[in-house]
């Protein structure tokens, strides 16, 4: 059975950092680009990043992020592991969030309808 677990959430000041790991099983994880989305109660959820499978995007990762985390969050994957990395830092109030990832068999894609699988969220709250 497919699952993606999710762990690394947690509360942090302003400006503080934090990994988000996924780790995955139960599918052959580098066909699969993994991207990660946010949500707050009341509001449609975000997606917030991305990295190419590099067999359908291209052949190494390729990485996406919307713009108000460029320069701040860094997504990554270790294969080997079968897991996928969020690295947040200079953390700010409106990232307070609820985090999921999510995995596609296909390219990386901003609509949370089309991917696979998802993780069951992480909270993350950042607050002074």
């Known amino acids: 059975q497919v699952q993606l677990v999710e762990s690394g959430g947690g509360l942090v000041q302003p400006g503080g950092s934090l990994r988000l790991s996924c780790t995955s099983s139960?599918?052959?994880?580098?066909?699969?680009?993994i991207g990660w989305f946010r949500q707050v109660p009341g509001k449609e959820r975000e997606g917030v990043t991305c990295?190419?499978?590099?067999?359908?995007?291209?052949?190494?990762?390729?990485?996406y992020y919307i713009d108000s985390v460029k320069g701040r969050f860094i997504i990554s994957r270790d294969n080997a592991k079968n897991t996928a990395y969020l690295q947040m830092s200079s953390l700010k109030p409106e990232d307070t969030a609820a985090y999921y990832c999510?995995?596609?068999?296909?390219?990386?894609?901003?609509?949370?309808?089309?991917?696979?699988?998802w993780g069951q969220g992480t909270q993350v709250t950042v607050s002074s």
């Open positions: 999510a995995a596609i068999n296909d390219h990386c894609s901003a609509l949370d309808s089309v991917y696979d699988f």
């Open positions: 139960g599918l052959n994880f580098r066909h699969y680009s």
């Open positions: 990295i190419s499978n590099g067999n359908r995007d291209t052949y190494f990762e390729t990485k």
